[in-house]
């Protein structure tokens, strides 16, 4: 499985005024955070001493798409994809994380 980064350009981050103001949360495109409540960790099997900030975890998920917008203004066409993760995993391991991927999808190396 290859990541891409969804880090956005200088460029792109100046262009895209609809993002939040905190300096981590303009590096990426807004509507690409996930948040994990009391309800969603206990599902998971995971607590909050599981997660350090700044740390990472892996996800691996199932989303449905749920729509998909477009909206033409001034001649610009702007397209989004509202996508409602279904199922997921998360792990604090690289290893499981890939075992957990290959276990719902199949090892497509």
Known sequence: MT???MAMSKAEQKK???IPTTAESKKYPW???VTLDDVALKKLGREREDFKSDGYVFLVCKAKC???HTNEEGGKEDVSIHLQIEAMDVQTEESKADKAFDK?????K
């Open 104 to 108: 719902a999808y199949g090892n497509d």
């Open 3 to 5: 990541l891409t980064s």
């Open 31 to 33: 509507g690409l955070s």
């Open 16 to 18: 895209d005024s609809s």
């Open 66 to 68: 749920a729509s998909i």
